[in-house]
């Protein structure tokens, strides 16, 4: 009788705390879809995009629903995706009883998490859609929701399946890859048999036939059936990897409770088992490079990258050159999420500064000045952005902006490079105990990075985009602004040196 009641009271609480997360995405949601209805153009797109768009859209977005399950079954083959404390760990798992029947409810609510947040997502996505796509305003909320509960929860349930089946690394991998060769097999020959491409016929349903209806309620079968299988495979959970994952995730959580941006860095890759090579993929030998032992210690740390390393900054320039597209196509918002992304890659690729500034005695003890070590660490990570920004260019200019992209981005190579990397070297060497009593300078301290980094990729673009639609050159405005950005990437250089110099491992 007391269980019984417990369990009731139990479900109370689950159902109050579900009802409490659609309160606050109702209204976080209502804010966005306010936002974005007020910045978005509401011209129409032309007849031959709309075709295009129901044409090649649901292979397309299959290849990105595809990646997103190629990274839920490597999460899975590690210990993923729960995140279950570690008293947990130790005493609930080891008891005898069923151990999918303790490890549900945890499952259960990180599925409704992502199906909410997914739903809320793509609610605001067709709010965009429907403004300048045929179709009512109805269909292209409710197909889009759909889409975006849809996406995580197949993500989760490959983790699930992975980690419950103990799947190794290698065959995880190798089905993400080959689900990911199959949507690509679908851009290349025209076809929709993949089943993440049957899931991206529901993105564009409200400009398909009656025959892809039928289609995308087979992917979302596919997709219920998946989290069904996840779930019933919750008993083969390792306790190995279910007790590492908890350590790193509860140091995580306190990391970045507290915005220290290099730690929460270092600790995701560790999740992800991300390891450095012992041999590096080239081994560097020319002489002029042993002059210069600070540049060649940043290749060489670039050069011991594993390849999931190399894979997801390089994805991450690609995706920036696709979203800088959709954004000259009048989806003006799209713009703040290119900075967002080249961010993410510059943290990655700031690592030797990073490692630098980890040892704070050591770079005392060196026979140079710290602020001039500290910039010329900022040489080989800024070429290395370079290569990355002349991918998004070449990635907007595949998708219809050739002349344009190639131009802006020729102009945008070095600036854009230097200021990306000059703000993750300050995210990455912030104190985040600096100003713990002063916490609104803290916030200050995360976010005017995060500002600053999307204004030097928002601002070129946005000038480049007004003076070619008044028939200016666009890479002469491009280069009008940053001519300026340069200059806050120098201020920022010489902040950065100035603030490690300051910092002494002994005070006097």
């Known amino acids: 009788m007391r269980l019984a009641r417990r369990r009731r009271f139990v479900g109370q609480l689950e159902v109050m705390e579900v009802v409490y997360r659609v309160y606050v995405a109702a ?77 549900r409810t945890s499952a259960l609510r990180q599925l409704r998490i992502a199906v909410l947040a997914g739903a809320v997502l793509g609610a605001v996505g067709g709010n965009f859609a429907f403004r300048r796509l045929p179709g009512s305003p109805v269909e292209w909320l409710a197909c889009l929701a759909a889409f975006g509960a849809v996406v995580p929860l197949l993500t989760l349930a490959g983790a699930l399946l992975a980690s419950g089946r103990r799947l190794r690394p290698a065959l995880a991998g190798a089905a993400g890859a080959l689900l990911l060769s199959w949507s690509l097999a679908d851009v290349a020959l025209g076809t929709k048999t993949s089943p993440a491409t049957m899931l991206g016929s529901l993105a564009t349903l409200p400009l398909q036939g009656g025959a892809t209806a039928a289609m995308a309620a087979v992917g979302v079968a596919i997709a219920a059936m998946a989290a069904g299988l996840g779930l019933a495979s919750l008993g083969g959970l390792s306790l190995e990897a279910a007790l590492r994952r908890a350590s790193l995730t509860a140091q995580l959580r306190f990391s970045a409770s507290v915005q220290d941006i290099r730690t929460v860095v270092l600790l995701r890759r560790q999740l992800a088992s991300e390891t450095p090579r012992q041999r590096p993929w080239v081994r560097l030998r020319a002489p002029r490079l042993a002059k210069h032992p600070v540049w060649r210690r940043g290749w060489q740390s670039i050069l011991r990258w594993p390849a999931a390393r190399f894979g997801r900054v390089l994805a991450l320039g690609l995706l920036a050159g696709a979203l800088a597209a959709v954004a000259w196509s009048e989806a003006t918002p799209v713009i703040v999420l290119v900075g967002l992304v080249l961010l993410v890659a510059a943290l990655d690729l700031v690592e030797p500064l990073a490692q630098e500034v980890d040892h704070p005695m050591r770079l005392e003890l060196l026979p140079a000045p710290p602020a001039a070590l500290i910039r010329e660490h900022l040489v080989s990570p800024t070429l290395g952005m370079g290569v990355v920004v002349v991918l998004g260019a070449i990635a907007a200019a595949a998708l219809g902006f050739a002349s344009t992209a190639l131009g802006v981005g020729a102009v945008m190579f070095a600036p854009t490079a230097f200021v990306l990397l000059c703000c993750a070297a300050l995210s990455a060497t912030n104190d985040p105990y600096e100003f713990l009593l002063t916490p609104l300078l803290g916030y200050l301290q995360t976010g005017l990075p995060i500002a600053v980094a999307i204004l030097a990729t928002s601002a070129p673009v946005m000038a480049a985009r007004a003076s070619a639609e008044h028939g200016g050159s666009a890479a002469a405005a491009a280069a009008g602004v940053e001519l300026v950005m340069l200059a806050i990437a120098v201020a920022i250089a010489i902040w950065l040196g100035y603030r490690v110099a300051k910092r002494t491992t002994v005070q006097p």
């Open 27 to 103: 209204i976080f949601g209502a804010i966005a879809l306010a936002l974005i209805a007020g910045w978005v153009n509401n011209a129409g797109v032309g007849a031959g995009a709309v075709a295009d768009i129901a044409d090649k859209g649901p292979a397309l977005i299959g290849i990105v629903v595809a990646l997103a399950v190629f990274s839920g079954l490597r999460s899975g083959a590690r210990g993923g995706p729960l995140a279950i404390e570690a008293a947990e760990v130790q005493y609930v798992l080891l008891a005898p009883i069923d151990r999918r029947l303790a490890l």
